[in-house]
Every structure is written in C-alpha cells, then in structure tokens.
C-alpha cells in the first residue's frame, strides 16, 4: 500500500462548441451607492459597503466592477440604486404600425 501508483483524478472533457457563459458584470459608481462608508483615498472619496453572499462577505468598493448575484444583493439591501433598462427608441413620426 506505501508504494502503490495513486489514482488520478479522470479530466474534465469540456466541448469547444458550449464554451461556458460570460457573467454579466455591472460597474458600481460612486453616485449610484445610496449606503456605504465614505472614506478619503488619495484626493478622491470613494464609498464601501459589505454584502453577505452565499456565506461570504463580499466587500464593495465604488468603481469595482460586480458580478450579477453581487449586484442583485446590493440592491436588495438598499446600497445601490437600481439602474432602469434603457428606453425603447422613439418610433419616427407619420409612421403607423399594425
């Protein structure tokens, strides 16, 4: 048993053709952080807030850029401000649809 040949672990074939997905990233602003503590970094405040995540704390810094699950979290704790999706364009006038 102290000599014998350890087993390997068997690889993880992945498919190129399903390449995993990229996670939706947000970028946390200085003005859209409603809570957090201000705090003085070189010339420039910048704000943090902790998040609890999954048993982890997740500690934010204005300016980071968060993964989806971190952001749903700050919003449902009231430290962001949630950002609105982005207005249909206007249709152009005189154009009828239907």
């Known amino acids: 048993m102290l000599f ?3 087993r390997r ?3 993880i074939h992945t498919h190129p053709s399903h390449p995993a997905p990229a996670p939706e990233l947000y970028y946390i602003d200085y ?4 809570k957090g503590a ?3 970094r070189g ?3 910048v ?3 902790a998040v609890i995540l ?5 500690l934010v810094t204005s300016g980071d850029t968060v993964e989806r699950t971190v952001y749903d979290a700050l919003v449902a704790a009231g430290a962001v401000a949630p950002r609105t999706p982005p207005d249909p364009a206007p249709e152009a ?3 009828k649809t239907g």
């Open 93 to 95: 006038p005189g154009k």
């Open 47 to 49: 704000r943090q807030y």
């Open 31 to 34: 003005d859209m952080m409603i």
């Open 9 to 11: 672990p068997p690889h």
């Open 38 to 40: 201000k705090i003085k």
């Open 4 to 6: 014998r040949k350890r």
């Open 43 to 45: 010339r420039r405040m």
């Open 54 to 58: 999954d048993g982890s704390v997740r």
